[in-house]
C-alpha cells in the first residue's frame, strides 16, 4: 500500500469516527448551544443572554476543513505558500457575503446562510481569483510557485466536499435543512430510512419552530449529504494526489451539484417557491460550468510539473503564521455565524452558601 493510499484511507476512517458520533449525538437535546453569555440586567435581576451554537462550531470547523484540504493539494504540486493561500480568500470574500444575500432573495430570510448559494457564488469567482493570485509578483517555487489553473479548480472542488461534508453536522446540530417525515415520503424511501430516521429533539431547533415536527421521524437528508460529499471529496483527495485533476474536478465538482439538485427532492424547508428551487436551478449551471472547466486546455503552468508531493503539501501547512492566521479566521468565522440571531435565553446567577 502506497503512502498516499494510506493517508487517504486513515483520513477516511477519521470522517468514519466524526459522522457515527455526529450522527447519533447532535440530535438530541443539548447539543444545540454550547454557551450562553450574559449580555444586560433586567429589572427582575436576571439577564439576557447571547447563546452560542454548535452550528458555528462546525461551520468554523468545516471551513477550516475545506483551506486545509485546499492549501494542502496546492502545497502538493509546487504552489508558494502564501500565493495558494490567496485564491480562498478571494473566492472566500465573495462567496460569504453570498451565502447570506442569496439566502435573503431566495427565502426572505435575514437571519439564515446558504451553502449552496455561496458555493455557486465561488465557482464563478475561483478563475478570475486563480488569475488575480497569479499576476502577483514577489513569490518564489517551482514554476514560480504559480497556480496551475484545472489542479486548482480540482482541489477547490474537493475541498468544497469536505467542507460540505462536515458543515452537514451543523445542520444536524440546529435542527435546518431538514428532510421529509417519513410519512410523506414513497414507501422506498420509507423503507430505505425507517431504521435510520433523525429525530430531533428541543423546541429551539429550527424543525420545531418552523414546521412543528420535534421528535418527528424524519429522511436524515443532512446526514446522507454528509456521507456522499465526504466520499466525493475522499474520491478527489485520491485522484489529486495521483495527478488526475481533471478526473477528481469532474468527481468532486459535478458529483456534488448534481447531489444537490437530487437531495433538494428530499428536504422539507422552504427553499424558494417553483418546480425547481433557485439552488436547484444554481446548481445545474453549476455543473455545466465545471464541465466546461474542465475542458481548460493544458496551458504552461500544467507541463512539466512533477508529480503531486504530500510531503510537499503538509510542508506548506507546517508554517506559524499560518497556523496563527488559520486559528483566527477559525475563531472570527464561529462569532460570525455562532452568535444565535433566532434563540435568546434568561440567566440567574446566585451564591451557593452551603460552599461558603
Not at 494510506?6 to 454557551?35: K, M, N, S, Y
Not at 513569490?139 to 477547490?156: E, I, K, M, N
Not at 414513497?186 to 415536527?213: E, N, S
Not at 510537499?312 to 455562532?338: E, K, M, R, S, V
Request: with cysteine; charged share 10%.
Amino acid at each position: 500500500m502506497s503512502t498516499d493510499t494510506a493517508f487517504v484511507i486513515g483520513l477516511g476512517g477519521a470522517f468514519v469516527l466524526l459522522l457515527v458520533w455526529g450522527f447519533t449525538h447532535l440530535p438530541r437535546e443539548g447539543w444545540q448551544f454550547l454557551a450562553a453569555v450574559p449580555l444586560e440586567r433586567g429589572a427582575d435581576g436576571q439577564w439576557r443572554g447571547l447563546n452560542l451554537t454548535y452550528y458555528g462550531v462546525f461551520t468554523a470547523t468545516a471551513l477550516l476543513v475545506a483551506l486545509l484540504a485546499f492549501l494542502f493539494l496546492l502545497g502538493a504540486v509546487g504552489v508558494s505558500r502564501w500565493r495558494a493561500l490567496l485564491v480562498p480568500v478571494l473566492v472566500l470574500g465573495v462567496a460569504l457575503p453570498a451565502a447570506r444575500l442569496l439566502a435573503w432573495l431566495v427565502e426572505r430570510k435575514k437571519h439564515t446562510f446558504t451553502v449552496g448559494g455561496a458555493s455557486f457564488a465561488g465557482l464563478l469567482t475561483a478563475p478570475l481569483a486563480i488569475g488575480l493570485a497569479n499576476a502577483l509578483p514577489g513569490w518564489s517555487g517551482p514554476a514560480g510557485g504559480l497556480v496551475p489553473v484545472v489542479p486548482a479548480l480540482a482541489a477547490l472542488c474537493t475541498a468544497y466536499c469536505f467542507g460540505e461534508g462536515t458543515g452537514r453536522l451543523a445542520c444536524i446540530s440546529f435542527g435546518c435543512c431538514y428532510g421529509k417525515p417519513l410519512a410523506d415520503v414513497g414507501p422506498l424511501t420509507r423503507r430505505l430510512f425507517a431504521a435510520i430516521p433523525f429525530r430531533f429533539a428541543g423546541a429551539t431547533r429550527k424543525i420545531a419552530y418552523a414546521a412543528g415536527w420535534e421528535n418527528t421521524p424524519v429522511v436524515p437528508i443532512q446526514a446522507v449529504t454528509a456521507v456522499v460529499c465526504l466520499t466525493l471529496g475522499l474520491g478527489g483527495l485520491a485522484l489529486c494526489l495521483g495527478g488526475s485533476f481533471r478526473a477528481a474536478l469532474l468527481l468532486t465538482g459535478v458529483g456534488s451539484q448534481l447531489w444537490r439538485v437530487a437531495s433538494e427532492c428530499l428536504r422539507a424547508d422552504y427553499r424558494g417557491g417553483g418546480r425547481l428551487s433557485a439552488y436547484q436551478v444554481m446548481g445545474l449551471a453549476a455543473a455545466v460550468a465545471i464541465l466546461a472547466l474542465a475542458a481548460w486546455p493544458t496551458g504552461v503552468l500544467d507541463r512539466g510539473r512533477a508529480a503531486p508531493d504530500a510531503l510537499a503539501g503538509l510542508n506548506l501547512l507546517w508554517d506559524p503564521a499560518l497556523i496563527l492566521l488559520l486559528q483566527a479566521l477559525w475563531l472570527t468565522y464561529f462569532l460570525h455565524t455562532g452568535r444565535s440571531t433566532v434563540t435568546g435565553s434568561v440567566l440567574s446567577f446566585h451564591v451557593r452558601h452551603e460552599r461558603v
